[in-house]
């Protein structure tokens, strides 16, 4: 099975930061990457899939690139609202396997 | 809108079974695979297993490979998943999800539904 790991595992940050997340396959995955933000006690949110394209009603301050191995999700200016976990979830091959979770907090 | 709505979820004893249901709407159902996934209290997402969107080709994590199954009734526009000899590890809360296309990323996902296997 593929293992995703992600760093950090937390971060502080303020509103207006800009915010790097980063995600790492066990082994290639080529682009079969997808980015979700999950709130408290809410399902998670698509942000991001095939590693770049972002999910239609997602705002634009969302970003992420890579390929392969290394993959990397940065939101560009923080708003209040995005102050939640985002996961990481590789779509390669099976079993899907997610990251351990990045929890953003408020600084 | 799409909508999924997961219904089947509560406490249960070890060794014991459970069906859960998801009722999809707003989409063509018969036409995407779907997912389960899971989250146990306080941690990070598991995902469970996929079915494609003719049944042909379902997949599951190793954690509940033969004790869990999952199956559609397209007519029905409803998704279960079928789950055996249940034990402690399995609580958490199950969402059913929608694949974007192809078996990749999953664009909508239910509010969830809570199992608690406890004795």
């Known amino acids: 099975d593929i293992q995703m790991t992600q760093s950090p595992s937390s971060v502080s940050a303020s509103v207006g930061d800009r915010v790097t997340i980063t995600c790492r396959a066990s ?8 980015w979700y933000q999950q ?11 095939a590693a770049s394209s972002l999910q239609s009603g997602v705002p ?48 | 809108q799409v909508q999924l ?33 899971r989250q146990a209290p306080g941690k990070g997402l598991e995902w469970v297993a996929v079915i494609s969107y003719d049944e042909i080709n379902k ?16 007519s029905k526009n409803t998704l279960y998943l079928q789950m055996n ?6 609580t958490a809360v199950y969402y059913c999800a929608k694949d974007r296309h192809l078996l990749s990323a999953v664009d909508y996902w239910g509010q969830g539904t809570l199992v608690t296997v406890s004795s």
């Open chain 1, 27 to 34: 082994q290639g995955i080529s682009s079969w990457l997808a």
């Open chain 1, 60 to 107: 634009s301050r969302f970003s992420g690139s890579g390929s392969g191995t290394d993959f990397t999700l940065t939101i560009s200016s923080l708003q209040p609202e995005d102050f939640a976990t985002y996961y990481c979830q590789q779509a390669s091959s099976f079993p899907f396997t997610f990251g351990p979770g990045t929890k953003l907090n408020i600084k």
């Open chain 2, 85 to 90: 000899s249940l034990r402690a590890e399995d």
């Open chain 2, 5 to 37: 709505v997961e219904s089947g979820g509560g406490v249960v004893q070890p060794g014991r079974s459970l069906r859960l249901s998801c009722a999809g709407s707003g989409f063509t159902f018969s036409s995407h695979g779907m997912h389960w996934v």
């Open chain 2, 59 to 74: 997949y599951y994590a190793d954690s509940v490979k033969g004790r869990f199954t999952i199956s559609r009734d397209n």
């Open chain 1, 39 to 49: 709130k408290p006690g809410k399902p998670p949110k698509l942000l991001i899939y």
